[in-house]
């Protein structure tokens, strides 16, 4: 069974920054992507940012320019480098890795972004 666990949420100010992890339990290399989601109470799970095995990435319009998508495959990690956040990237946000036929998630982390 994979584990995930996210850390590093919290309360930033608009314009500040966060940076999240998610460790996995095991190699990252054996799934097909590893990503980001965001839910906001009364809205549907959206996707953040993900990487492909080959590096690729994708990243939702409204944080390109200021996410940032990596992983530490010697630790087993994945992280998202979020800059210039905005009150409206308030959300849980979830750690998720693909195996085409499993999918996994973690148990999510609360980014509250307030002045």
């Known amino acids: 069974q994979v584990q995930l666990v996210e850390s590093g949420g919290g309360l930033v100010l608009p314009g500040g920054s966060l940076r999240l992890s998610c460790a996995a339990s095991?190699?990252?290399?054996?799934?097909?992507?590893m990503g980001w989601y965001r839910r906001v109470p009364g809205k549907q799970r959206e996707l953040v940012a993900r990487?492909?095995?080959?590096?690729?990435?994708n990243y939702a319009e409204s944080v390109k320019g200021r996410f940032t998508i990596s992983r530490d495959n010697a630790k087993n990690t994945v992280y998202l480098q979020m800059n210039s956040l905005k009150p409206e990237d308030t959300a849980v946000y979830y750690c998720n890795a693909d195996q085409i036929l499993a999918n996994y998630w973690g148990q999510g982390t609360q980014v509250t972004v307030s002045s």
């Open positions: 095991g190699s990252i290399t054996r799934f097909y992507t």
């Open positions: 990487m492909f095995s080959s590096g690729t990435t």
